[in-house]
């Protein structure tokens, strides 16, 4: 009975070596551990032994059952482990083929930049005031303090409705309404549409978008506009852009001034963004005019405030390198999902 | 406003480079356009004498010359201009040569000749063709004089000059001029300011003697002076007044135009001169015209007058457009003998009202629109005179005629030094202000820490405190300011509507739509290409006065002409699915007045094409935006009427009893008028109505903690049956045990009768606070089925 242990194991050990898949596998556990296996067979034959026999040859049989179980278990784990890898291998994929398309949509790159600058102010505690973009002759010009020969009121430059409605040249108006609605301190920027006269080309188009802002106080300098609008400069075109304040003439403003910085593209050694200058102009700005602040009822001996506005196209066409500003208008998606 | 280097020098010293000088002149508030530098690239270019000209043996129009450069051998240069003549002094470049703009000349033959070199013409030199002399527009530049010949031509006729291209505000007229510029370089520099020399060495006669002078609108002519010279030689100006007019944009034409159009430059103040013995009784009548009044412009325009226009008249007729231009009947003549020299102040409404009524517009008129000082007549007709004298061009009249009936002044303004604090944030003393002010002309006067300044009478722009302070800042140098930051805190606040959008185009973005921006003005057309019917309210058009082509006419009243559009650009190019969004303003003509504001509402279009897209596709994009707006319940009423769309696949939104829009297929004759060979989805949603029914406030329900059961239902309807109509009744009836139906399976064909459809859906119960049992569930899954039986007869199909 013994040696018939001894061969089951060494048999068990010879097949177990020969076994190639988990079937094979399979059938020797079946052959040697099912129920009618090699060794359940002998072990249920201890039935007819003596108590003493069956106590040594019981305690014999489970450590070949104990061995032979372990040799399978081995056997199974390094079947499974060849079974992986060859299934692995027979799943592997090109790893560079193209990802499934999931397709976003893409802001206006107008939109886009108006939320960049708009955050850029909101951070620095500046609120958003909207207005319509017909707008009144008064709000438009007389309340900016605009001379009433000033050639921008020529039908020549700008779109009226009637007499006393036009289509807002510029977003100031919201100035001059939240002017007259609000009291100091007063904290504002106004995105908005803007038309001028001008025949669409590649620089021109007769509706296009302004970011301009407001502030109001106590203690409000010139030395105030320059800090803010710098430090908006270096937020919205890197740490790096210096910024230069020129002299200018708006009529809302006193003293005005436009604000130049320093070509973001070449870093102000000269290109053809910047058109060998190494400057770029990006904006207009001043101390608020007296009259201005006059219109809102405004003490002008206590509060002094100023005001910038841009065009937000020429921010666009610059920071995105486009060459064409009907481009923002036709509204190909290709061009759109650039942006992305 | 164009100002020459070499001119402006006159009256100011300048010891920095063009390009200093440009920088300092921008940085002090006289910005630039350009700069351009002339005779910088000319090379190999010398005086030459014409000794010998012959027609060229094979050529017509071709002429060979020789050419005395002062060296022993002549140069034979064939030529095609038909101004030179034996003993002209020429500018000739030689073989090798550069002109302006790199170009290289090199010697060849010219139809079997030999040239070496050319001859030149001023535009070959660098000068614009509407500044050339007429002599020499066609032709070679014959100078005027004897020069060394083989001298460098840069050298001898002076042509290296700076011209600086200033840009001029409109509130700083007085800078349209020579001095108004060096008045500024005087402050930006530091020096002062060298005034021309006006007085005349000799005057025989008197002024008063040939000319009366009378202004009879005083309102709109605030000063005429008149001069006379006598014994008058017209003839060419000298070279150095001939280039710089050039320099400065202008033509030369003879000695009397060209010192009357450079006082103009040199002062600013326009100045006409008229042949004295067409003034008719020796009067001069500043009036204004008949209406209707036919009269001939020195440009040979016969032009029609009207009432309101101020004419220069003399004892019978008018003679000339007041400030605007003279007239053909009294212009100066080769044999004009005595002149008249006007230098009047013409009122700039007026001026700008008559020019452009009459369409003309002059460098005079432009210069009187924008605002001249009185003060300006009496220097200018005297420097006039004293150029006339120089140049030897005729006898200057003792003293003038000068009709001022109201001096104008300025008055003091007082500038506060702690205001200049207050605005600039920067310490200046009362020394330091005083000094800026000065240096611009101005009158100071001290009074403790404020001051007393008198603005020049140029300088019409100041008329208060701050006026002032900007030029204080601006002489002071904005660069030199410092940064800082408001004190004050404040919190960034957006509206609720603002939000709103922002938050839209986030879940329109996301949902695969790219936004569009279209322009608020369109075609009123728009509305007929989407079929809008007659005397509805979309056609109601704010209308613009003044658009610029009938396509931007009007206001638009939705946004879906203007979708259309891109939709169908975006099909011509190919782009073979579309999915996008706009969200923008419409306008609508208030009922109240005609002045009133248009009521401003604002719009959201979606609009798509291509593969996949469906009116379901559309419609899900609504659901999802509605759900992220907490827009809950809003119902599609099948809508068959509009225009825009196909009668069969068309809703309108309703939320609430209020009208959020309208969305369905586009009409197959809307989409054929855009070109666009596909079907496509549109709709239009009053966002201003949206935002009102949206609410972003959210709260937690607990997740479920009990397990729901779920029933699949079948069932049989007629076609005519709406899923809705289904939907509502296994609502209603499913109670709070319901949590949720949802359609699956809508099915049509072979196992379904003609004119009915299967429409399937998951009924899922659940209880909050227990498990349900099969029998709760059953009771109320019956009471479903039953009622649709009742109300619908609807038959549950075996599944």
Redesign the interface.
Known sequence: MQNQLMKILQEAKEQLLIASTIIETEEIRVKLLGKKGQLTEILRSMGSMNPEERKDFGKEANTVRAEIEALLEEKFSAMKTLQKADQFSKEKIDVTEPGTKFHLGVKHPITIAIDEISRIFASMGFSIAEGPEVETVFNNFDALNAPQNHPSRDMTDTFYITDNTLLRTQTSPVQARVLMKENPPIKVISPGRCFRVDSPDATHSPMFHQVEGLLVDEGVTMADLKGTLDSFAKQLFGSKVKTKFRPHYFPFTEPSGEMDVSCFKCGGTGCRFCKGSGWIEILGCGMVHPNVLKVGHIDTEKYTGFAFGMGVERIALLKYEIDDIRLLYENDMRFIQQFK | MLVPIEWIKEYIDINVSVEEFCERM????S?IETVEHFGDEIENVVVGKIVDVEKHPDADKLLVTQIDIGEEDLIQIVTGADNIFEGAYVPVILHGGKLPGGKVIKKGKLRGVESNGMLCSPSELGFDDKVIPVPFRDGIWILNGDYALGQDIVEAMGLKNSVVDFEI????PDCLSMLGMGREAAATFGGKLKYPETECLKEEGKAKDYIEIEIRKPELCRRYVGRIVTDVTIGPSPLWMQKRLMYAGMRPINNIVDITNYVMLEYGQPIHAFDIRDIADNKIIVDTATEGERFTSLDGTERNLSSSMLMIKDGKRSVGIGGVMGGMNSEIKEDTATILIECANFN??SI?YTSKKLALRTEASARF?KGIDPNLCEAAADRVCKLIELLGAGTVTKGSVDVYPVKTETYPITVRVDRVK?????ELSGKEIETILESLEMRVSRLGDNMKVIPPTIRQDLQ?E??L??EI??IYG??K???????????????R??VLK?LT?DI??????????????VSPKGVDNVRIEEDSWERNF???????GEE?SV?RTILTPNMME?LG??FS?N?NK????EIG?T?FKSLEE?????E?RDSMAIGCYGEGESFFTLKGMLEELFTFLGIQGAIYVPESEYGVYHPGRCARVVHQDTELGILGEVHPDVADKYGIGTRCYCCELAFDQVMKHANTKRFYKPLPKYPAISRDIALLVKEEINVADIENIITEMGGKLLESVALFDVYRGKQVQQGQKSVAFTLTYRAADKTLTDEEVVKVHQKVLDVLKERLDAVLRDM
């Open positions: 921008i940085m002090s508030g910005n505000t409109p509130n700083r700039g409404d700008r629109e207050q605005v600039l944030g920067i208060e701050i006026d302070i900007e800042a601006r904005y660069d300011m410092p940064m800082t930051l408001p004190k004050g805190n404040s919190e960034a606040h957006k509206s509507e603002r922002d185009r329109m973005t996301g949902m695969g739509a790219n936004e569009i921006q279209t322009y608020s003005f704010v209308r613009l006065i003044n658009p610029l931007n206001m891109v650009r975006n190019r782009i579309v999915r996008a969004f303003n306008f005609e002045d009133a504001l248009p401003e």
